[in-house]
C-alpha cells in the first residue's frame, strides 16, 4: 500500500484574500457567484446566459476555470415570511418546515504553472508577486486582467452577483466539503473505494467529459451523491 504524507496530500500552501496558492505552482482567485435557478428562466433567457458564459470563459487564454453547484437538502424556515392576515398565515404555515434545496456556487479561476511562485512566496509572502520571475509575473499580470473581464460580463447578467469569497469562507467550505457538511463542523474519515464514504454518509462519484464550443477546449464534470444532508455537488471545469 502507497503511503502519503500530509504535506504532499494537502497541495495548499496559503489563502490570502480571495487568492490560494498551490505548492505546484498553481494560484487561483476564488469568487461566490449568485444567479436565478435555472427552472426560473425561459429557454431564450437559458440560452442567452450560456452566450455570456462562453463569452466571458474566452477572455481567460490559459489555466482552469472551476466552478462547483452545491445543494444541501434542508427544511424551509418560514418565521420571516409576512403575517397578520388570513392569506398570509396560511401560506408560511403551508410552506414551514417543508423540505428544500439550499444551494450555493462557487467559481474558481486557476492560473498554472508559475514556476518561482513557492520560491517567491516563502521569501515574501506579502509581496510574493513582486519577486516572481518576468515571465511568472507577466503571466500572472494578464491571467488577473482577463479573471476581471469575466467576472465584469458575468456581473452584468440579470439577478446575477459575483463577489470575491474571503479567506475565513473559502477555509470554512472546504473543512465542510472534505467532511461532508456536517452540523457539528467536526472532521471525519473519508474512505473512497466502490462507493465514497464520509463518516456516516454514503455516496458515489461519477465523472465524463464532454466537448464544448470552439472557445473552449473541454468540459469535464465530477458528481457526488451523498445520503442525508448532501443530495449533490457538482464540479465543473472548463481548461484552455
Known amino acids: 500500500m502507497k503511503e502519503f504524507s500530509a504535506e504532499s496530500a494537502y497541495s495548499i500552501e496559503t489563502i490570502q484574500g480571495n487568492t490560494i496558492i498551490s505548492k505546484s505552482g498553481d494560484l ?9 435557478e435555472c427552472y426560473s428562466l425561459s429557454e431564450e433567457d437559458m440560452q442567452k ?9 474566452s477572455h ?11 445543494y444541501l437538502r434542508d427544511s424551509f424556515d418560514a418565521r420571516d415570511m409576512p403575517h ?3 392569506i ?29 511562485l513557492e520560491r517567491s512566496y516563502q521569501a ?28 465584469s ?27 461532508g457538511f456536517q452540523d ?11 462507493k465514497l464514504y464520509i463518516g456516516s454518509k454514503v455516496g458515489g462519484i461519477s465523472a465524463y467529459v464532454m466537448r464544448t464550443t470552439s472557445q473552449m477546449r473541454s468540459l469535464s464534470l465530477s458528481q457526488i451523491e451523498l445520503s442525508d444532508t448532501i443530495l449533490r455537488c457538482q464540479c465543473r471545469c472548463w481548461s484552455r
Open 84 to 86: 397578520g392576515s388570513f
Open 28 to 36: 487561483s482567485v476564488v469568487y461566490e457567484l449568485t444567479e436565478p
Open 88 to 116: 398570509n398565515d396560511a401560506e408560511s404555515k403551508h410552506f414551514h418546515n417543508r423540505e428544500m434545496l439550499r444551494h450555493h456556487t462557487i467559481l474558481a479561476f486557476t492560473c498554472t504553472g508559475l514556476k518561482t
Open 49 to 57: 446566459r450560456h452566450e455570456e458564459y462562453m463569452r466571458a470563459f
Open 153 to 179: 460580463i458575468l456581473s452584468s447578467l440579470p439577478r446575477t452577483a459575483v463577489r470575491e469569497m474571503d479567506e475565513g469562507q473559502i477555509q470554512r467550505n472546504i473543512i465542510a466539503l472534505v467532511n
Open 60 to 70: 481567460i487564454s490559459y489555466g482552469y476555470i472551476h466552478r462547483q453547484d452545491i
Open 184 to 194: 457539528d463542523a467536526g472532521m471525519r474519515d473519508v474512505l473512497c473505494s466502490d
Open 124 to 151: 515574501n509572502p506579502l509581496r510574493y508577486s513582486e519577486a516572481l520571475s518576468k515571465e511568472d509575473r507577466s503571466k500572472l499580470d494578464l491571467f488577473l486582467d482577463e479573471v476581471e473581464q469575466a467576472t
